[in-house]
């Protein structure tokens, strides 16, 4: 597979797991406020709110394999650059939410105030 078309199936990933994560949180009682919000060169993926306030939500997702798990890819440097956005929205809440494809379907877990 080459560069682009590995680049062009990453964000289509992305993508699908951002719209997993939105119906997951909507069905769980979160308003999704707004999603892929550009900050400076970043991006927030989605700004939600529950009843104790707005939030940001990183979502990561990825295939899982013995050795790899998406939540592995929401390292500390990227929890440092979410929280400076959310941050610059006035938000300082930031939760995680890891979309998992796999052979048995999709699975879905969120991970509250990761940041």
Avoid: C, Y
């Avoid at 680049?7 to 769980?28: I, Q």
């Avoid at 919000?37 to 939500?57: K, P, T, Y």
């Avoid at 798990?69 to 939760?95: C, E, Y």
């Amino acid at each position: 597979m080459r560069d682009r078309d590995l680049s062009t199936h990453g964000r289509r990933l992305g993508a699908f797991g951002e719209r997993v994560a939105a119906s997951f949180l909507e069905r769980n009682g979160v308003r999704v406020l707004g999603r892929n919000i550009r900050i400076g060169r970043g991006e927030v993926d989605l700004v939600a709110a529950d009843r104790r306030g707005r939030f940001v939500v990183e979502v990561k997702t990825g295939m899982e394999t013995s050795d790899e798990h998406p939540r592995w890819n929401f390292t500390d440097r990227k929890a440092r650059q979410v929280a400076r956005m959310a941050r610059s929205l006035g938000i300082r809440r930031v939760d995680l939410v890891t979309v998992v494809v796999g052979n048995d379907g999709v699975g879905v877990e969120w991970h509250p105030r990761v940041a």
